[in-house]
Nanobody, 128 residues
Framework: QLQLVESGGGLVQPGGSLRLSCAAS????????IGWFRQAPGKEREGVSC????????YYADSVKGRFTISRDNAKNTVYLQMSSLKPEDTAVYYC?????????????????????WGQGTQVTVSS
């Protein structure tokens, strides 16, 4: 059974950076597409980014494109979300999720299906 644990959230000033980690246990992440989602109070959950199994193809929502970078370290069984130039509107609970093994690749359309397994979330607050 795949288990996901997020870490790295916190309080950061506008313009700052954070790196979120999504560590997996139970199975290897190599064969799973991983997504990052966020939910702010009173808002719907938003798909932020994903990275494909096999070829590591990434996708970014327009709201984070050019500021966030997703990567995976299969040796550490971990996926990262490097967040830069953070804005107050990035404030949310960030969740990682996984779909697999060897199901859909990461695309804008497929991100909504990355929901087989979920982490517990980590809070990111961007404020001065």
């Amino acid at each position: 059974q795949l288990q996901l644990v997020e870490s790295g959230g916190g309080l950061v000033q506008p313009g700052g950076s954070l790196r979120l980690s999504c560590a997996a246990s139970g199975v290897t992440l190599d064969y799973y597409t991983i997504g990052w989602f966020r939910q702010a109070p009173g808002k719907e959950r938003e798909g932020v980014s994903c990275i494909s199994h096999s070829d590591g193809r990434p996708y970014y929502a327009d709201s984070v494109k050019g500021r966030f970078t997703i990567s995976r370290d299969n040796a550490k069984n971990t996926v990262y979300l490097q967040m830069s130039s953070l804005k107050p509107e990035d404030t949310a609970v960030y969740y990682c999720a996984a779909e697999g093994p060897l199901k859909r690749v990461c695309t804008a359309y497929n991100l909504k299906f990355v929901d087989d397994y979920w982490g517990q979330g980590t809070q990111v607050t961007v404020s001065s």
